[in-house]
Each structure stands twice: as C-alpha cells, then as structure tokens.
C-alpha cells in the first residue's frame, strides 16, 4: 500500500476516533444527569429507557444519546379483524388487532413511535403500556 493511502487511512481513523470519544464524553455527562434507570422497555421495534432525572433515551446501542423529555403520551386503538386465524402457541385467538403509538417530546426533537399487535390475550394488552 502507498504512502499516500496509509496516510489518508491514518487520517480518517483519527477522525472517526475522535467523533467516537467525544460523543462518548457526552454520554457520560449525559449518563449523571439522567439519574438512575426507572423503566426500561421495548416499544415499536425501539428500546426507550426512561429515568429519574427527566431524561429519556430511545434507540439500541451504547451511542443513543440521552435527552430531557419533556412529555410522553400513550394511545391505544382496538380493531376487529374480519376473520379468526391460528396463532403460534396462543391457538385460536380473538379478531382484536391492536395499534398504539407513544409520542415523545425532547429538548432535541418530536417522535412518535408505532406498533401494532394482533391478536393478544386480554392479560397481554396490560404488558403493552410502559
């Protein structure tokens, strides 16, 4: 390999280095505000962990920033299904389909997060809600 090519190389490993530390620097901060974890749940395909400081966290992975939330909102809307199905280890299941969404405003940004699930056992549909 080149002279050339290692240096570029050596460069844009410094650089992405460089982001990597500083946003883990941020966590960290980010990490002694928040305060300790008081719920942590998987919401429409997305881990949201909420904590005792404000702060709320939404996505996988140790690079999900913290935010201060400001105000979350749960919905929950029931549908019946025109027909009956078989479901996995549930057997036959009720014509319920149920869609919910959970809107999160930060001090970053608006989200809303959607899920639907169909065909819960009435004990299943208190398991939903964070």
């Known amino acids: ?3 050339e090519k290692k240096s570029w190389l050596r ?3 410094d650089k992405i280095e460089g982001k990597v ?6 966590l960290e901060a980010g990490k002694a505000q928040a305060g300790n974890l008081v719920i942590e749940k998987k919401f429409g395909g997305h881990d949201v962990s909420i904590f005792d400081g ?9 690079l999900s920033p913290y935010e201060k939330l400001k105000s979350i909102q749960y ?4 549908r019946d299904k025109s027909t ?3 479901v996995g280890t549930f057997g036959l299941a009720s014509k319920e389909r149920i869609e919910c969404s959970l809107a999160i405003v930060t001090d970053r940004k608006t989200r809303t997060l959607k899920g639907t699930v169909g ?3 009435p004990d299943d ?3 939903m809600a964070l």
């Open 21 to 26: 530390e500083a946003q883990k620097s941020q």
């Open 54 to 62: 404000g702060f709320i966290r939404i996505g996988s992975g140790f």
């Open 119 to 121: 065909f819960l056992q």
């Open 84 to 86: 009956s199905e078989m």
């Open 1 to 3: 390999m080149s002279d």
């Open 75 to 78: 919905r929950q809307q029931t």
């Open 11 to 13: 460069e844009a490993r």
């Open 125 to 127: 549909k208190n398991g």
